[in-house]
DNA sequence: CAAACTTATGAACATTTGTTCATGCATACA
DNA sequence: TGTATGCATGAACAAATGTTCATAAGTTTG
């Protein structure tokens, strides 16, 4: 046991691995973003509109919110004629639900 | 907040546990305070200044995390002499940890 | 083109979170 | 006692995050 730059203390998640994980849920632990990741994980693609309309937020604010996740590689987006529609993208978050999912203490 | 009380979409993780995962991860999801979980979750209980050296984190600054950590209830400490012990109190920390660790694709 | 619709953007502001510094408080020990 | 050690605390400040509002920009449709 050298001191310093250990890179993962022996309890199964490497530091990168916790920081990749805690990446994702921190940006992502927020009433509305957890609403929207549920949503898009539930529907494959989304108009904001819809995801306005359905979660009851405010347009500016959703929008603030959208880009945001999209900034950080979570959400996609393409648009279809007047509408956008997001989508997620960083694989990782269903993993982690998934994951999560599976565990049963909670 | 009426139309949206839905209490978890079809994806197996429930918005309650979401967002307790979520509160979780959120509070810990910072460079110092993920190196604290691991080391507490390899080491049962550590003094304050055992910690500080480990961490090289100045006295005062850890303390405020430390007890940040307290105040959620994701810590414990008892003193003993001059020393003040902390140690993971909530349970669900190591088993979101050894969840995720079990999960082989990140 | 103009009007209507959908989404983005940026500025101002509010709130939360992180950091530092000085100081206080408790315990041990000479 | 009083002095040193270990930790907490609170004020001041810094930085990140969340929210609102007004407005702009891209698309369709009449």
Redesign the pocket.
């Known amino acids: 046991m050298t001191a310093t730059t250990a890179p993962s203390v022996d309890m199964g998640l490497s530091v990168e691995k916790m920081e990749k994980v805690a990446f994702i849920l921190?940006t992502t632990?927020?009433p509305?973003?957890i609403a929207i990741v549920q949503l898009l994980a539930a529907n494959d693609s989304l108009?904001?509109?819809?995801i306005?309309e359905r979660l009851n937020v405010?347009?500016?604010?959703?929008?603030?919110?959208?880009?945001?996740m999209k900034l950080k590689g979570i959400l996609s987006?393409t648009?279809d004629?007047?509408?956008?529609?997001y989508a997620l993208k960083m694989r990782e978050v269903i993993d982690v639900i998934q994951c999560l999912a599976a565990c049963t203490f909670l």
């Not at 405010?58 to 945001?68: C, M």
């Not at 004629?81 to 529609?85: E, M, P, R, V």
């Open positions: 921190k632990a927020h509305t973003r108009s904001v509109s819809d306005s405010e347009q500016s604010l959703l929008s603030h919110h959208l880009t945001g987006s648009r004629g007047k509408n956008i529609y």
